[in-house]
C-alpha cells in the first residue's frame, strides 16, 4: 500500500516535497515512480527511480528543478520540486513496479494522490 502526501498551495517559484510512504517489507525491490494528472489531461510520468536508488529518470519538463529519492530504510520516497510553475499544477501519484519505466502501465501499486497547486 502506498501514501502519498506533501502537497498543497503554492506560489510559482516556490518549493515543496512530496512523500511516498509504503507498507510491507518489499519496498526496496520495487522500482518508484512519480505521475501527475493535471486538470483535463491524462497521467503522466514525472520521475522514476531505481530500486537501489542509485539511477533516476526524469521528464523532460522538471530536469533540473525536480528530484526524487527512497529511503528504503524508512520505506519513503521523496519529490523534491523547486522552481514550482502554474504547469506543474496536478494531482501527483506515487506508484511501484518491477520495471524501471516512464509507462504508467508497468507500474502494479498507486498511491491515492496528493495535489499540488500552483499560483501565478
Known amino acids: 500500500q502506498l501514501q502519498a502526501y506533501g502537497g498543497g498551495l503554492v506560489q510559482a517559484g516556490g518549493s515543496l516535497t512530496l512523500s511516498c510512504a509504503a507498507s510491507g517489507r518489499s519496498f526496496s525491490s520495487y522500482h518508484m515512480g512519480w505521475f501527475r494528472q493535471a486538470p483535463g489531461k491524462e497521467r503522466s510520468f514525472v520521475a522514476v527511480?531505481?530500486?537501489?536508488?542509485?539511477?533516476?529518470s526524469y521528464t523532460d519538463s522538471v530536469k533540473g528543478r525536480f528530484t526524487i529519492s527512497r529511503d528504503n530504510a524508512k520505506n519513503t520516497m521523496y519529490l523534491q520540486m523547486n522552481g514550482l510553475q502554474p504547469e506543474d499544477t496536478a494531482i501527483y501519484y506515487c506508484?511501484?513496479?518491477?520495471?524501471?519505466?516512464?509507462?504508467?502501465?508497468?507500474?502494479?501499486?498507486w498511491g491515492q494522490g496528493t495535489k499540488v497547486t500552483v499560483s501565478s
Open positions: 527511480i531505481i530500486d537501489t536508488g542509485t539511477s533516476t
Open positions: 506508484a511501484a513496479g518491477r520495471l524501471f519505466d516512464t509507462r504508467s502501465v508497468s507500474y502494479a501499486y
